[in-house]
């Protein structure tokens, strides 16, 4: 899966949290990206078994789709506090710069931070 469709999908996550029922039109709008496209990334998403479409528009994960998301939105959690606490860098920036890691480094990596974070007490 390419970083757009997992960014999508974290997007569809954290807002299922925050209000429940989630919409294209939400994503468009957490993501400032056109209505279209944001069709467009749904009608893939759904083609390849992570989501599925109510009749009234309603997006829901589906177990695949969940547990991307879930993975992708973990890794974003954790390396954005790994940069903030450890590096000690701005929280904006942290949050801005586990956005761009947390889709290309590898398992190993990512695996050895977190057991590093939790040695320090710093797992979120």
């Known amino acids: 899966m390419y970083e757009s469709g997992?960014?999508?999908?974290?997007?569809?996550l954290i807002l299922k949290e925050k209000q429940g029922l989630v919409r294209s039109i939400d994503?468009?709008?957490?993501?400032?990206?056109?209505?279209p496209s944001v069709s467009r990334?749904?009608?893939?998403?759904?083609e390849n078994g992570y989501i599925v479409m109510e009749p009234g528009g309603e997006i829901e994960l589906t177990e695949k789709g969940q547990k991307k998301a879930d993975g992708i939105y973990?890794?974003?959690?954790?390396?954005?506090e790994f940069l903030h606490r450890v590096s000690g860098v701005d929280p904006r920036v942290a949050e801005e710069d586990a956005c761009?890691?947390?889709?290309?480094?590898?398992?190993?990596?990512f695996q050895g931070i977190?057991?590093?974070?939790?040695?320090?007490?710093?797992e979120p």
């Open 114 to 122: 977190k057991e590093f974070m939790k040695q320090m007490g710093e």
């Open 74 to 80: 973990e890794r974003h959690k954790l390396l954005t």
């Open 27 to 35: 994503i468009a709008r957490a993501l400032n990206f056109s209505k």
């Open 6 to 12: 997992e960014n999508y999908l974290e997007t569809i």
């Open 100 to 109: 761009k890691m947390e889709h290309i480094i590898s398992d190993a990596t």
């Open 41 to 46: 990334a749904m009608g893939i998403l759904r």
